[in-house]
């Protein structure tokens, strides 16, 4: 089981099972976590990986969860 929090005015938190990988398939070794946060502020310098920025740029958001349209067909 996975499961992606989205942490209120920070980073996405992927706790579980998981692989991280890039745009060419390459494997993220994550050294055995199991939790990982990930950037979403945009202000991270080790991108992907939340390294606390999102404090110092005031960062933002605070999402609920909620139903999606139906996916265009
Ligand atoms: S969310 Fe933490 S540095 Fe961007």
Redesign the pocket.
């Known amino acids: 089981m996975t499961d992606i929090i989205f942490?209120d005015n920070?980073?996405?938190l992927v706790t579980g099972e998981f692989i991280l990988k890039d745009t060419e398939n390459g494997e993220f070794d994550v050294a055995g976590r199991t939790t990982i946060?990930?950037?979403?502020?945009?202000?991270?310098?080790?991108?992907p990986?939340?390294?606390?920025?999102?404090?110092r740029?005031d960062?933002e958001s605070a999402v609920k969860a909620r139903q999606l349209a139906p996916p265009a067909k």
Do not use: Y
């Not at 946060?37 to 991108?47: D, F, P, T, V």
């Not at 990986?49 to 404090?55: E, I, L, M, R, V």
């Open positions: 942490k920070g980073p996405i946060g990930l950037c979403r502020c945009g202000a991270s310098e080790n991108k990986f939340c390294d606390g920025a999102h404090k740029c960062f």
